[in-house]
């Protein structure tokens, strides 16, 4: 696969992710005001993590440093999937795990929380379009 492959297909994951993240807002502010069920966004949320953790493994296995033909080491993907990178992955999945999960407490304090996520998600997703 070559690297404009790997940009199309990758930014083909960010649309879609960021159209469910938009979905998974609107159903926040929506649980908030009582109009939606607390098992309906629990659902909601683990769909959003499944989809998050799918495209993070397939991001981490299509960027992750490559050896090169020529014997030179790893071509130049390896400044884009490091090990901080990874970590942010990790970090950001689990966060979503857990601050979806706690949904008893006061619904305004938990729709601030979740969006505050849900817009590091967006976040990290531009930085990943920059670097792509």
């Known amino acids: 696969m070559n690297a404009s492959e790997i940009r199309d297909e990758l930014l083909k994951q960010h649309a879609a992710l960021r159209e469910q993240i938009a979905r998974t807002r609107n159903d926040v502010e929506a649980w908030s005001r009582g109009e939606l069920a607390q098992l309906q966004m629990r659902k909601e949320i683990e769909g959003l993590s499944s989809a998050m953790l799918a495209h993070n493994r397939r991001e981490e296995e299509l960027l992750s440093p490559?050896?090169?033909?020529?014997?030179?080491?790893?071509d130049s993907r390896c400044w884009i999937m490091d090990e901080r990178h990874r970590d942010e992955h990790a970090e950001l999945n689990t966060a979503l795990t857990l601050k979806g999960a706690a949904m008893d407490v006061e619904p305004a304090a938990w729709e601030f929380v979740m969006k505050?996520?849900?817009?590091?998600?967006?976040?990290?997703?531009?930085?990943?379009?920059?670097?792509?």
């Open 66 to 74: 490559a050896p090169r033909s020529d014997g030179a080491g790893s």
């Open 116 to 132: 505050q996520l849900l817009e590091q998600l967006l976040h990290h997703m531009d930085n990943e379009e920059r670097a792509f």
